[in-house]
């Protein structure tokens, strides 16, 4: 089966600090994957996804990522947090042929002011 | 409304008792999914709607978990004889159409559900 892995559970940063959080993919086929974000007390809500193309996604806050194909990897980063990104952010994949996302665990980001 | 809703936000059941939890999607979306997550966990899939049809219930996690969406628009979901292990957000999420390549999949709040 499917699985998606998130390495941090929960991350404490101070502002302006840099993030990366990891997320790895047990599958061979061709998949699209997702960041989702889900701020305090407010719904799950796309950050970004890739499909194809440029590896490098640029999504919504200045969060970005990378598709590593050969390390089935879709890890997340933001060069600068603030205080507003403490958030929990889950990674997600759906195979080519499907439409049900699978997540992983998540972690929680807290950003100290 | 502007995005999905569920009803109720919260709600705690003595174990045996049934519950139904209400999901308003995105006015228009076809698309309509159900996830349950656990506390600490990520979503997991339980059922998907395409309009009316149940297309995909292979998450549904026991034949107490019953899902409907009899006009293609609200859906309900329906736990019977609750269980303790049945404690989590249970999430519903629409999309315009199926194909996630152009469709993003919104979520409403979630509903707490807790089995005493």
């Known amino acids: 089966a499917q699985s998606v892995s998130q390495h941090n559970h929960h991350v404490i940063l101070s502002e302006a600090a840099s993030l990366e959080l990891g997320c790895n993919y047990s599958?061979?086929?061709?998949?699209?994957l997702f960041w989702y974000v889900q701020y305090p007390g407010q719904h799950l809500q796309l950050l970004l996804k890739?499909?194809?193309?440029?590896?490098l996604v640029k999504g919504i806050k200045g969060f970005e990522a990378e598709f590593i194909k050969s390390k089935f990897s879709f890890n997340l980063r933001k060069p600068s947090v603030q205080w507003s990104d403490t958030a929990e952010y889950f990674c997600?994949?759906?195979?080519?042929?499907?439409?049900?996302?699978?997540f992983g665990a998540g972690t929680t980001v807290t950003v100290r002011a | 409304g502007a995005g999905v809703s569920q009803s109720p936000r919260y709600k705690v059941a003595k174990r045996g008792q049934d519950v139904a939890l209400r999901c308003d999607p995105i006015s228009g979306h076809v698309s309509l999914f159900w996830y349950q997550q656990a506390l600490g966990q990520g979503p997991e899939f339980l059922t998907y709607?395409?309009?009316?049809?149940?297309?995909?219930k292979s998450g549904l996690p026991s034949d107490r978990f019953f899902a409907e969406r009899p006009e293609g628009s609200v859906s309900t979901l329906k736990i019977q004889r609750t269980q303790q292990e049945d404690s989590a957000v249970y999430l519903c999420?629409?999309?315009?159409?199926?194909?996630?390549?152009?469709?993003?999949?919104?979520f409403g709040p979630g509903t707490r559900l807790t089995v005493l």
């Open positions: 890739y499909f194809s193309g440029d590896p």
């Open positions: 709607f395409q309009n009316e049809a149940q297309l995909d």
């Open positions: 997600a994949v759906i195979l080519s042929n499907d439409y049900k996302l699978s």
């Open positions: 599958y061979g086929g061709t998949v699209n």
């Open positions: 999420a629409s999309s315009l159409e199926l194909n996630p390549l152009y469709n993003e999949q919104f």
